[in-house]
């Protein structure tokens, strides 16, 4: 059997009534993008804590972001995803179980959350490795100046870290755009999953897939060379070489 190429199937009306199937591509990429920087902010965040704590004299503190890294990064996302969805609800009391899953937008939310957490622990991990690769002399001049060790952190090791390890935290942003596509298996309908429904309705699989590849590479696109001009903006001479 010849397949049947068909590339005007774009301008084509779609069976659901949401316009045409670009619209429905178009609504999906713009659900991949509000979900992948949801998750980004919260990678940006826990994953920051996180990696402050890994870095602390404190062995308390340490012993607890080790055992968070290892829980989040070790499991699959997958998993992680279907837990937050299906198991989390079962194990609340009945009330707060209902309520979940009465949520509008339930699949988005628990996309932005799941998809965010297991990236926190990537993020962590590049703050830590950030942190540590500071000279000894920072923080030094840091506590003689009278510093706390949370100013000394907002103030002097942070700044840097971030600036250092600007280039594999795009590499996170772009891992975090690409994990949204998970949700898919949540009843989440981003790029993805319009795709899937595009190829479903019209049986033109290769356009449909094809259509979302070129979308997810100019997202991309956009993302590292919004990423390198900020890259050679914060750079720190002796630490990023801009190019």
């Known amino acids: 059997m010849n397949y049947h190429w068909n590339w005007r199937i774009f301008w084509e009306p779609a069976p659901n009534g949401t316009g045409t199937y670009l619209d429905m591509l178009l609504s999906g990429l713009v659900l991949t993008i509000e979900t992948a920087i949801c998750a980004w902010i919260i990678a940006l965040v826990f994953g920051s804590v996180i990696g402050v704590l890994r870095t602390l004299p404190s062995k308390t503190a340490s012993w607890v972001g080790f055992c968070y890294v290892e829980f989040f990064r ?47 622990a990537r993020v962590a991990e590049q703050t830590r490795a ?36 600007m280039p594999p935290l795009t590499s996170e942003f772009l891992n975090t755009i690409k994990n949204t596509s998970v949700a898919i298996t949540i009843g989440l309908i981003e790029l993805t999953g319009e795709a899937r429904a595009m190829q479903e309705f019209s049986f033109q699989v290769f356009e449909a897939f ?34």
């Open 210 to 243: 094809t259509a979302a590849t070129v979308l997810y590479l100019l997202i991309n696109i956009v993302v590292v060379t919004a990423m390198r001009f900020l890259e050679r903006r914060l750079a720190v001479p002796g630490y990023i070489t801009g190019k």
């Open 130 to 165: 950030g942190i540590n690769s500071l000279p000894r002399g920072q923080k030094l001049a840091a506590t003689a100046l009278g510093l706390t060790t949370a100013q000394a952190y907002r103030y002097v090791l942070l700044p840097m870290a971030f600036r250092i390890i």
């Open 74 to 120: 070790n499991m699959p996302l997958l998993v992680q995803l279907f837990l937050w969805f299906f198991v989390l609800p079962e194990l609340l009391p009945q009330s707060w179980g209902l309520w979940l899953k009465q949520i509008p937008d339930a699949p988005f939310y628990t996309a932005a959350i799941g998809v965010g957490l297991f990236m926190s």
